[in-house]
């Protein structure tokens, strides 16, 4: 179990869930466009329409075992064995999910900061102070993300309005795009709730569940406005051609901006960037401790942060490139999918079926 040290805030949970958009968020306008081309922002409602549904059903779980760890619930529901699979199958995903974050993050500097500089010392680097950071527990997660997160926005949306005088909205017409590919556009839409869930790892830290829900379903609203805005902006400023060459449509428009005092901002955008990436590691890697601590609850934590810091090294060097990269963050998601909207809703109907048979 995990021990109660502290309780996050509605506004922890808030900014949990903004945390966790994956480091690959900055490239989605392209991603989505080569599927809808300008009707990207539909398919991105559509995905907080299907990820707030799928979400309330998972968190009927917290609900009805409040208190408890999500192994402690999943053991109870469909068995200690079946149960503990699936926690290590969550744990495993984390550590892959930090191992790739940490990869892209890694590429991104190199493409924009520290040219030529050899890729696993950047991942190294980053990976002793996530480490470091992991073993101070949730606390510290908690008042990273309030500190980091309003920055990073606060700099992406100072960057819409010094760059929105050169929008073109009529890029975003008609409405309806020709040649969009449904299932690929929506599946690469709820890219952005790849890691949404890990905030599972830590319910004996959570509040009352209404909190928890009020918490949870205003970052996952304000996370899709943040990245609609975006999708609108990259069309309206590049265009629905042009942006399919534009690897990181977020830092280009940052580079559009020309009043002088203000035309460095890139740099602003860049290091708040780099200590986004930094806590959604931090987040997945410490998900991934927690989980082996519920687990072996006796064997110091410190050890298993060690331990996945370890594996999350091997992960992220590797790929190939980047192109195998977004490939292998392509099968996770495709993995963390069949979780969310098949085997948790089947564990909540098993739950559901139980507690009717025991009535009855």
Known sequence: ???????????????????????????????????????????????????????????????????CSLLN?????????????LFVALIAISIILTGLGMRLLSDGIIVHILFHTPGWSIILSELLIVMYAATKKEETLARFNELIQPLLILTLFTIFLLVIN??????LKPIVAKGIIFDKGLFTSLYSYLISWVFLF?????????????????????????????????????????????????????????????????????????????????????????GFKTLFSKTPFSRWVIFVGVIVFLVAIYPDDIEHTGYLARVIQLVVTVILFFIFPLIVLIDTVKRKVKQN
Do not use: C
């Open 73 to 85: 619930i999943l053991e109870n529901i469909i068995g200690k064995w079946l149960g503990r699979l």
């Open 166 to 171: 050169k929008a073109n909205f009529s890029d």
């Open 202 to 290: 830590f319910l004996p830290l959570m509040p009352n569940f209404d909190t928890l829900k009020k918490g949870v379903f205003q970052g996952l609203v304000f996370l899709t406005i943040t990245v609609g805005l975006l999708f609108i902006m990259a069309i309206s400023l590049f265009g629905p051609v042009e942006i399919n060459y534009i690897e990181y449509p977020s830092i280009d428009m940052a580079r559009l901006v020309e009043i002088p005092i203000l035309e460095r901002i890139e740099i602003v955008f860049l290091t708040s960037w780099i200590l986004y990436g930094f806590s959604l590691n931090h987040l997945t890697l410490l998900s991934a401790s927690v």
């Open 1 to 67: 179990m995990v021990k109660k040290t502290f309780t996050f805030s509605k506004n922890q949970i808030f900014w949990l869930i903004m945390a966790s958009s994956p480091i690959g968020l900055s490239t989605l306008p392209r991603e989505i466009n080569q599927y809808t081309g300008q009707s990207g922002w539909l398919f991105i409602i559509l995905s907080l329409a299907i990820i707030i549904l799928f979400t309330r059903i998972f968190l009927i779980l917290p609900e009805r075992y409040p208190g």
